[in-house]
């Protein structure tokens, strides 16, 4: 048996005329089966089919501010399939296959615009791995198809990309593990491209502290689903020319300690991804996408404490990333919807016979936005959630209070814009919660479900 209780009141909804919290159906079927023979292989099969409908948009009987209302809603159809056969070739080497197929029919309502679209993807690899005088080794082949199908006009696109890779780690002194690898794409429509990667790992033979150095980089062909474009759907996107790849580079340093209950890690580390795709006239009412003339880049830090005193478990994190990305301008400027500072302490305190409690604290710092009417950069916020579960006897309670700060954008300012912003989107940016207070109470008895 359970009770919930959200503090969004229908006063609340009938304000803004938007129901942000959609009505949600979903119905999912997923078989497994897998097979273990007496000479090492394994055979893993899986499928699945899931469908689900959502429907949002203006509450019922409400209009936006020119006097229409606006449907949305979103019809998906999933399936999926995969196959994982592994068999010991020797005592060092093992083979490895891999199969998966992905379809995903996608039948979205946006206001006045209907766009169906399909995408699929298909994945084989190969690989062998073994180890070898101090060597753990993988060398492998894989193809992937990647194609979407849309009645969008230019938006489609088609992708085979074949590719070899390889990786080793060894561990040349006790307290030193390194490790490499290297693989090679080449895509169908834009070429070949070498993705490297690197690590050094100084480790105490005891497991008390160690620090790890890695560089990578990467790539990510074309393709319209950017954050922008999540929000509206392709029947805002104009037809894509002139785009190149993405290029994406890494690096990292970490470290981490632990001693008597403390679990201490720290990192810093920086990404970049040249040529990044992005809106190019923020202000347009379709989006025309284009690679950037500068690289998004985003520094940052973080630590995390875990501190363990026997029933009880406290943890902490803070990061710090600053994310900037070059303008239509050519200007610098902040990536938007990435918080500079963000935070979180919680405390559970645990008892097998008598249940547990827990309370977590959350700040979220300021965002910079980039389509809201009202704002340009966000207001911080902090969220105080609590849970809990007590066992008496046979019978135990449970109870979730999210956001007891009762948090909501619509305590800053309006969900609903006044007029229609890029895309036709009807509501302002997405930068804090939506459903404000919720509680969940619930009593659990043996055998009886919930």
Not at 13 to 23: N, T
Not at 39 to 54: A, K, P
Not at 222 to 241: C, M, N, Q, R, W
Not at 426 to 443: C, D, F, K
């Amino acid at each position: 048996m359970t009770a919930g209780v959200s503090d969004q009141s229908r006063e609340d909804i009938d304000r803004e005329g938007w129901a942000d919290v959609p009505s949600y159906r979903r119905y999912a079927l997923r078989p497994r089966a897998w097979r273990t023979t007496g000479d090492g292989q394994t055979l893993f099969l899986t499928s699945g089919i899931t469908v689900e409908n959502r429907e949002g948009g203006t509450a019922p009987g409400a209009v936006l501010p020119d006097g229409s209302a606006f449907p949305e809603a979103l019809e998906t159809h999933r399936f999926d399939s995969g196959l994982v056969d592994r068999w010991a070739l020797n005592d060092t080497v093992t083979s490895q296959s891999a199969l998966s197929v992905t379809s995903i029919r996608l039948d979205r309502s946006f206001g006045t615009q209907r766009v169906y679209s399909s995408q699929s993807t298909s994945f084989a690899e190969q690989t062998l791995s073994g180890k070898e005088r101090g060597h753990d080794w993988v060398l492998g082949t894989a193809v992937e198809q990647d194609v979407l199908t849309t009645a969008q006009p230019g938006v489609d696109y088609r992708y085979e990309t074949p590719g070899l890779f390889a990786q080793d780690e060894s561990s040349p002194l006790p307290w030193l593990r390194l490790a490499g690898s290297a693989r090679v794409d080449a895509n169908s429509r834009y070429g070949t491209f070498l993705s490297p990667r690197a690590s050094a790992l100084l480790h105490d033979p005891r497991g008390a502290w160690s620090l790890r150095a890695s560089v990578g980089a990467g790539y990510a062909a074309p393709s319209p689903f950017i954050e922008d474009v999540d929000a509206t759907g392709l029947g805002a996107v104009l037809p894509l020319h002139g785009l190149h790849a993405e290029r994406g580079a890494t690096s990292a340093l970490d470290a981490r300690w632990t001693d008597e209950g403390w679990d201490l890690n720290a990192s810093v580390f920086e990404s970049s991804i040249q040529d990044p795709i992005q809106v190019a006239n923020p202000s347009a009412p379709l989006f025309e996408l284009a690679n950037a003339r500068g690289p998004r880049r985003a520094p940052g830090a973080e630590v995390l404490v875990h501190r363990v005193a026997g029933p009880l478990q406290i943890l902490g994190s803070f990061s710090y990333i600053h994310a900037t990305q070059a303008a239509p301008s050519g200007l610098r400027e902040a990536v938007p919807l990435v918080p500079r500072e963000s935070a979180e302490i919680g405390a559970i305190w645990e008892n097998a016979r008598r249940g547990r409690i827990g309370i977590e604290w959350g700040y979220v710092g300021r965002q910079s936005l980039e389509f809201d009417p009202y704002r340009s950069i966000s207001e911080p916020y902090v969220q105080l959630n609590l849970l809990g579960e007590l066992h008496l006897k046979a019978v135990s309670i449970y109870f979730n209070a999210i956001d007891l700060t009762n948090v909501r954008q619509t305590r800053f300012e309006p969900l609903v814009r006044t007029s229609p912003g890029p895309g036709g989107n009807p509501i302002s940016e997405v930068w804090a919660p939506l459903a404000g207070r919720t509680v969940n109470v619930g009593i659990k008895w043996p055998g009886r479900g919930y």
